[in-house]
């Protein structure tokens, strides 16, 4: 298995702009989650779904936020409109644990910057 | 907030030393989990250590918890500058299945 595939690696928007953030967990795992990484606040639970279906939006910051499962080997992660604030490593994770593999296994990230 | 909280936020030894990590938490966990996270990278799972576990080896890698103390140990025996990296320790909380990380510890093997 190829892992955790995110994309783009690397992504530099201006302030106000739609931003989707991509990725493909790994065949079978059930569970998906968003986390963002910042140096202030470290690693954040955005949201996570459960065989497609979202479970806890809690960590989402706010509207400008959302996320979407439309099948189990897709989701996307936008930011609408984009602010500076929003600059940050993005992660997406995928999870099996209905097989006892209860670690996560994490995508290479995706850099936003929000100039 | 964080559930986690890793001590020390930094450390620095020489190769050929033994390195240990601390954590410690808050609620009744399901499991805790220790990850790796290399410069500009994702993370990595080291290994996993259920609520009615002691203590787990997994080669160099050796994890204890104490959940009466809510706390949790990572000792990294005979340091290479390889294991130079970031490592997080993460929680999954009684009756859920997210991971809530804590804000890491940086690691650095002096060659």
């Known amino acids: 298995d190829a892992g955790v595939i995110q994309s783009p690696r690397h992504e530099v928007t201006e302030m106000g702009q739609e931003v989707t953030l991509r990725c493909k967990p790994i065949s079978g795992h059930d569970y998906l989650f968003w986390y963002r990484q910042t140096m202030m606040r470290g690693l954040e639970l955005l949201i996570y779904?459960?065989?497609?279906?979202?479970?806890?939006d809690s960590g989402m910051p706010e509207d400008r936020f959302s996320a979407k499962m439309p099948n189990a080997s897709f989701s996307t992660l936008k930011i609408q409109p984009s602010e500076p604030r929003d600059s940050a490593v993005y992660f997406c994770a995928s999870s099996d644990p209905g097989q006892g593999n209860y670690g996560y296994t994490f995508g290479s990230g995706t850099r936003l910057t929000v100039v | 907030s964080q559930q986690g909280e890793e001590d020390p936020q930094a450390l620095s030894i020489q190769e050929g030393e033994n390195a240990t990590m601390n954590c410690s938490y808050k609620t009744s966990i399901n499991n805790l989990q220790w990850y790796r996270q290399n410069s500009g990278r994702g993370l990595v799972h080291l290994i996993l250590?259920?609520?009615?576990?002691r203590e787990k080896h997994s080669g160099r890698l050796r994890v204890t918890l104490d959940t009466s103390k809510k706390s949790s140990s990572l000792l990294i025996t005979a340091s290479r500058a390889a294991d130079t990296a970031s490592y997080f320790c993460?929680?999954?909380?009684?009756?859920?299945?997210?991971?809530?990380f804590g804000q890491g510890t940086r690691l650095t093997i002096n060659p």
């Open positions: 250590i259920r609520s009615n576990e």
């Open positions: 993460a929680t999954v909380l009684q009756g859920a299945q997210k991971l809530v």
């Open positions: 779904f459960n065989n497609n279906v979202p479970i806890d």
